[in-house]
């Protein structure tokens, strides 16, 4: 009974250490080339009532329509709903959105957005987290995969883009 009590105590401290010493941010950026427009691509991803081309597809709530200082809530199908909020609209070339109102995590979802000469797309997406505390570390580095996040949307995003 000791020994087991012992085990489960030194996974227990072993596990606190390791996410003790996870950093607080998190970060992934990637870059593809969309075979559409500057302007539509721009559009796609702002357009925040026409989200549904998006694999998922998560429930929008929008709270103030203020242009470029817009407000909306994500509801995924899959996780906590978040709260953002529009820091830059520059069209077509930037687009930046903070997490808000979260005591657990903020965040930073930064688009890039450039023509090139066969007129086609070039864009950079970034998300950044900043994780609040050992239970928002713990979550996020097990559950949230954050490359497969913005992969996946970026995959989405090349595929709606690009339908004639």
Do not use: C
């Not at 702002?46 to 929008?62: F, H, M, V």
């Not at 529009?86 to 959105?97: D, E, G, M």
């Not at 109102?101 to 903020?106: A, E, R, V």
């Amino acid at each position: 009974m000791k020994a087991a009590i012992f085990v489960v105590l030194t996974i227990i401290i072993l596990l606190s250490v390791i996410v003790a010493l996870l950093p607080p941010e998190r970060s992934y950026t990637k870059t593809e080339i969309i075979n559409a427009n500057i302007e539509k691509v721009f559009a796609i991803v702002t357009n925040l009532e026409a989200q549904d081309w998006r694999l998922d597809s998560p429930n929008i709530q929008i709270q103030d329509k203020t242009s470029g200082a817009e407000v909306w809530i994500e509801k995924p199908k899959h996780g906590p709903e978040i709260k953002f909020r529009t820091k830059i609209k520059s069209a077509p070339h930037l687009f930046v959105i903070e997490v808000i109102d979260n005591p657990q995590f903020g965040g930073m979802w930064t688009g890039k957005f450039s023509s090139k000469e066969d007129g086609t797309t070039q864009i950079e997406f970034t998300e950044s987290v900043s994780l609040n505390g050992f239970t928002s570390k713990l979550f996020s580095y097990v559950f949230f995969n954050i490359e497969k996040t913005v992969d996946q949307y970026v995959a989405d995003l090349k595929t709606h883009a690009e339908k004639p």
